[in-house]
């Protein structure tokens, strides 16, 4: 599995976004995920220098 800190890139907000947003076109609805668990995951990797399972 490949990792990426995609706070080196310099519209890394908007990445998160898509990012998020492809995986929620692409995920059945049983596995997509909710409000909270967005806002958590968006959070968590417009963080810089995040290594491993943060």
């Known amino acids: 599995m490949m ?3 995609l706070s080196s ?3 890394h907000k908007e990445t998160v ?3 998020l947003s492809g995986y929620q ?3 059945p609805k049983e596995q997509q995920f ?3 668990e967005i806002a ?4 968590r990797l ?4 995040q290594t491993g399972n943060a």
Do not use: F, H, M, P
């Open 40 to 43: 958590s995951l968006s959070e």
């Open 46 to 49: 417009n963080k810089g220098g």
């Open 9 to 11: 890139n310099a519209n």
């Open 25 to 27: 076109a692409w995920a």
């Open 34 to 36: 909710n409000t909270q």
């Open 17 to 19: 976004s898509a990012l």
């Open 3 to 5: 990792q990426t800190d």
